[in-house]
């Protein structure tokens, strides 16, 4: 099954018949993917599932609707299993940012995290998982970004990058993060749950 986010209602793609939520149902290769994006937007439709009796096909197919752009971040944890946070644009974020070109994406999930907090000393222990989501600008766009799991003993000052709306950046403790979780993305909500999952 693969979860792509419009406004943090999923679309779920799933070669499943069973019903696992009260979503409608829509068969994949019938549906025109801006139209089920402007009812998720519009509508009061808390999410859609799209059926594709092949998975991977289905979800190939579905991804070419879309102007992809690939990004990488990390979550990133102190000595102390604290989680590194950002609160950008008013909400409480994961850092991470797009690929440039001739970059891994290793490579760029560290130079985002280390641009948008001001910390090193930065090491991936292991991916953690993929998630998407459509946001509007210049025309409709689907986000895939790649997570990681990182870990940094840097101890100095962090530093926000104000010029990406990035005001804060803080690691929290599991109290403090399901406060954040009060005001955050579900793809965020997502990154954490993959990580508490080992």
């Given at each position: ?18 019903k696992e939520n009260n979503f409608p149902i ?107 989501h459509v946001y509007f600008q210049d025309g ?27 005001t804060k950046v803080v690691f929290k403790n ?25």
């Open positions: 099954m693969y979860k792509v986010f419009v406004n943090d209602k999923p679309i779920i793609i799933t070669s499943s018949q069973k829509h068969i994949l290769r019938n549906t025109v993917s801006d139209e089920i994006v402007h009812k998720l937007r519009n509508r009061n439709i808390k999410g859609v599932n799209l059926y594709t009796p092949d998975l991977e096909k289905g979800w190939q197919e579905f991804l070419h609707s879309f102007k992809i752009v690939t990004a990488a971040g990390g979550l990133v944890l102190n000595d102390k299993k604290e989680v590194l946070f950002i609160f950008r644009n008013g909400v409480w974020d994961l850092p991470k940012g797009r690929i440039e070109k001739g970059e891994q994406i290793e490579e760029t999930a560290i130079r985002e995290v280390e641009e948008e907090c001001g910390i090193f000393d930065l090491k991936i222990v292991k991916p953690l998982l993929t998630t998407y409709m766009k689907l986000k895939e970004t790649f997570w990681f799991l990182m870990t940094s003993a840097y101890s100095k000052e962090l530093v926000p990058q104000l010029e990406e709306g990035i599991d109290e403090e993060i399901v406060e954040a979780f009060k005001n955050t993305y579900k793809n965020i909500e997502l990154v954490y749950d993959t990580y508490k999952e080992g």
